[in-house]
């Protein structure tokens, strides 16, 4: 079965710092992987996906993830964090194929600290 | 446009109540998706929409019942539902081209419901 694990529910840095997000996944096919967004009260938002294409994926707001087979890692990175991207980070992996659903992790909120 | 809509953003109601959650797109997608997300916790699914077949049920109490009146709209009625039943429903669609291959699905920014 597959499954999603997020290191750290909390992640605090200061402004302008890097930010790394932590995602490893379980899969016996090869897996298609997302990171979402959720700010308080609202719904996600895409902000990268892996399909099998480039393992290095750009997304929005400067995010960019790293698909790295060996480690079953899809970690998410921003080299300079911005106060407004205090919010909820979410990585899923989708079920193989005919099923349709997303496996979430956890979530991992980050706090960025003027 | 990668647009999915919902209504009401906000809704209380008590146990006694009859109440329906709406959600639209219109990017021609053709799965779309109800999810239940309580706080602090990742989004749950609770049914799935293929073609407007309902293709999966996660088990969910039938005090929800889902609808796909067409390929743009997803309801879900709501009927004696419980303080616990509190949470933020999501929708989500993806274009789910039927041949079993994984899409991306997006999300609208949810249903806040408290029942009293």
């Known amino acids: 079965a597959q499954s999603v694990t997020q290191l750290g529910s909390h992640v605090s840095v200061s402004e302008g710092a890097l930010v790394l997000l932590r995602c490893n996944y379980s899969?016996?096919?090869?897996?298609?992987l997302f990171w979402y967004v959720q700010y308080p009260n609202q719904g996600l938002q895409l902000l990268l996906k892996?399909?099998?294409?480039?393992?290095l994926v750009k997304g929005i707001n400067g995010f960019e993830a790293e698909f790295k087979k060996s480690e079953t890692s899809f970690h998410l990175t921003k080299p300079s964090a911005h106060m407004s991207d205090a919010a909820e980070y979410f990585c899923?992996?989708?079920?193989?194929?005919?099923?349709?659903?997303?496996?979430f992790g956890t979530g991992t909120r980050l706090k960025v600290l003027a | 446009d990668t647009e999915v809509t919902q209504t009401p953003k906000h809704l209380v109601m008590g146990m006694t109540n009859k109440k329906s959650l709406k959600c639209e797109q219109h990017?021609?997608?053709?799965?779309m998706y109800w999810y239940k997300q309580k706080a602090k916790k990742p989004p749950e699914l609770m049914f799935v929409?293929?073609?407007?077949?309902?293709?999966i049920n996660e088990s969910v109490p039938s005090r929800f019942s889902p609808e796909c009146p067409n390929s743009s709209l997803l309801n879900l009625h709501l009927h004696a539902l419980q303080p616990e039943d509190s949470a933020l429903y999501l929708c989500?669609?993806?274009?789910?081209?039927?041949?079993?291959?994984?899409?991306?699905?997006?999300f609208g920014p949810g249903t806040r419901l408290l029942v009293l």
């Open positions: 929409y293929s073609y407007e077949k309902l293709s």
């Open positions: 892996y399909t099998s294409a480039a393992t």
């Open positions: 990017m021609g997608h053709r799965a």
């Open positions: 989500a669609s993806s274009q789910d081209l039927g041949a079993g291959r994984r899409e991306t699905q997006y």
């Open positions: 899969s016996s096919v090869p897996p298609y």
């Open positions: 899923a992996v989708s079920e193989k194929s005919g099923t349709y659903k997303y496996i």
